[in-house]
């Protein structure tokens, strides 16, 4: 029989496989924004694995307090392990769970955790009250958070054939100038994975407008 949840059951997992060999390297990697406890992704996984075997879910109503308890935590292993948990119980999440949402992905801001939450979670949310949804994710462009903007460009990164080409459009035309280099990247991968449904479209939306170069570059990888 499942225990009740419990995020300190995650913490004595991480901690009895810390490792300050590989944790340096691997803030390294991360341009030394974040410590590291050193649990290279398979290995994190299949404690995470263990953690969900052993306890039951949080109630939906505990989980953004849940998600906190180890997004908090300094070493960026926890932060993958809050977004795990949201993953997981992400079909309870609903559009009044927005605020909490935009507060996790400018909380210790990083291409890792945006481009975790954005497609799997926000995604997922957006979808499944449309319309206006929609109109969060236009609010949402206008924020003044790169990774705000980030987030919102690649919210459709999954929908396939579901994916609103106008609003994707509208979206990046508002960042399509950004000097940022992380803006760039996203709306190249956003119009590369639409791509994947539909080239046509790709080809001729970057053809018609004015994209910087490296997203230019990124959207037709794929594309002969």
Do not use: C
Not at 54 to 75: A, D, G, H
Not at 108 to 130: F, H, M
Not at 135 to 149: C, H, K, V, Y
């Amino acid at each position: 029989m499942k225990k009740e949840w419990d995020h300190r059951g995650i913490i004595e997992k991480f901690e009895a496989h810390r490792s300050e060999e590989l944790a340096g390297p691997m803030s390294a990697y991360m341009r030394n924004q974040f410590p590291f406890l050193g649990i290279k992704t398979p290995l994190r996984k299949v404690l995470l694995k263990v953690q969900f075997q052993e306890y039951r879910l949080p109630e939906p109503e505990r989980l953004p307090e849940e998600v906190w308890k180890l997004y908090e935590l300094p070493e960026r292993e926890y932060q993958y392990a809050a977004i795990a948990l949201l993953e997981k119980m992400a079909k309870h999440l609903a559009l009044a769970d927005l605020p909490f949402l935009q507060q996790l992905i400018e909380s210790k801001s990083w291409w890792d955790s945006v481009d975790a939450i954005a497609p799997r979670t926000l995604g997922l949310v957006v979808k499944n009250e449309r319309a206006a949804g929609t109109r969060a994710m236009l609010e949402w462009s206008q924020a003044d958070n790169i990774w705000t903007n980030r987030t919102v460009i690649l919210h459709q990164l999954k929908y396939k054939q579901e994916t609103d080409t106008m609003l994707l459009s509208r979206i990046i035309l508002e960042h399509a100038a950004s000097p940022e280099f992380f803006i760039q990247k996203s709306i190249g991968w956003a119009l590369r994975e639409y791509a994947k449904t539909d080239a046509d479209w790709v080809r001729s939306f970057v053809l018609e407008n004015e994209l910087m170069p490296l997203s230019k570059r990124e959207a037709m990888k794929n594309i002969n």
